[in-house]
C-alpha cells in the first residue's frame, strides 16, 4: 500500500490549481461560506485561498477560537487567583497574552506572580507535585477538541487523591455561537466548513442542527489547503444538486459519532453551564461547560469564589473582535488594526491568538481576503 506524504499530497500547488479551475468553472452563484475554525482562517490567509477563488466566494470568519472568545472577566478571575503567593495559574498557550480588564497573566508574570504556560494538562501533575504546598489552579480552555484532555486529567487527580490541584473551567462548544450568530441574522451565511479537531472528538453529527434548522451545508474538512479547496467545492455541487446535508471531508480522521470514549469521559466530569458570555457576541445559554456538583472540592470557581469579581465586561471600545467573531466584520475592517493594534501590543484577542483571524490578517495581510 502506498504511502501519503500528508505535507506534500495535501499542500501539492498542482492539486489545488486543480481544484481552483473546478470551483471557477461550477461556481454559479454567490456563496458566503463561513470557516467556524481559527485554523481554517490561517490556512486561507497562508495560503492566499481567496485569490485563486472567483469573486462569487467569500469567506466569512467564525467564532472558532478560544482564545478569543474568552471575555475579560474570566481573565480577571485568572489574574484574582494569582495574586494569592499560594497560588499557581497553569494555562495553554496563548491564553497568557490575552488582555483582561487591567492586565493579563502574561503581565502578571512579568511582576513575579505564579504564572505557569503548560503544552498539556498533564504538566500540571508534575507542577503540582514539585509545589505541594502551593495551590495549583488550571485555567482550562478549549472547545471539545482539549476537553477530554481535562476530563482526563480530573480523574487522574482522583485516582492519586492529590489534594493542591483545582480546575477553573473554560472549556466551551461549538453548535450554540453558531446557532445564536444564525439566529441574530446578522451574517449572511449560506454554508459551513465543520471545524476538523472538534469533529473528532464530537463528532460530524452535532452539524445536523445547522442543516435541519437553517437548511446550511456543512462540509468538515481538514487544514490543509488542498482540503479546504475541496471542501468548497463540495458545497458548491450540494447547491447546484439541491442538496442540503453534512458532509466529512476529513475522513482520515472524522467519523459521524466521533470519539465516543471521549465524550463519555467528558459527561463523567462536566455537564453544561447555564449561561456563559462570550466576548463580543455575548451571553449565550448552554454554551461552556463547568464542573458537576459533585466534584465541587476542585472547582477553583467555588473554592476560591469569595475572591473572583462577577461584573460583566466590555471590550475596548475600538475594538471590533465581536463583529469579527460573529461573522459581520473583518479585521481590515477595525480602525486600529495593524496601528494601535498588533500582536505585541493587542487591545483585543483576535489579535493575541495564534488562531485569531486579526493575527492571521497581520501575518499574511498582503493577501487580502476582502
Known sequence: MQQVDYLKDFRDSKRIQALAKLIRKEADRPLNIMEVCGGHTHTIMKYGLKQLLPPEIDFIHGPGCPVCIMPKERIDHAIALVQDENNIIATLGDMIRVPGSKSSLQKERAKGKNVKMVYAPFDILKIAKENPDKNVIYFAIGFETTTPMTAALIEKVLQENIRNIYFHINHVLVPPPV??????????????????????????????????????????????????????????????????????????????????????????????????????????????????????????????????????IDDHKLCICGDILKGVAKPYDCKVFGTACTPKNPLGSCMVSSEGACAAYYKYGKLELV
Do not use: C
Not at 481538514?222 to 444538486?241: A, H, N, T, Y
Not at 439541491?242 to 470519539?259: F, H, L, M, S
Open 179 to 312: 446557532k445564536a450568530i444564525m439566529d441574530s441574522g446578522e451574517a449572511k451565511i449560506d454554508a459551513f466548513i465543520g471545524p476538523s479537531h472538534v469533529s473528532v472528538i464530537a463528532g460530524a453529527k452535532i452539524y445536523k442542527e445547522f442543516v435541519d434548522l437553517y437548511n446550511t451545508p456543512v462540509v468538515v474538512a481538514g487544514f490543509e489547503p488542498v482540503d479546504i479547496m475541496e471542501s468548497i467545492l463540495w458545497i458548491i455541487r450540494q447547491f447546484k444538486e439541491n442538496r442540503r446535508e453534512v458532509e466529512i471531508q476529513y475522513k482520515r480522521a472524522v467519523t459521524w459519532e466521533g470519539n465516543t470514549k471521549a465524550q463519555e469521559m467528558i459527561n463523567k466530569y462536566m455537564e453544561p453551564r447555564e449561561n456563559f458570555r462570550w466576548r463580543g457576541i455575548g451571553d449565550i445559554p448552554y454554551s461552556a461547560l463547568k464542573l458537576k456538583d459533585e466534584y465541587a472540592d476542585l472547582d477553583a470557581e467555588k473554592v476560591f469564589a469569595d475572591i473572583l469579581p462577577n461584573e460583566p
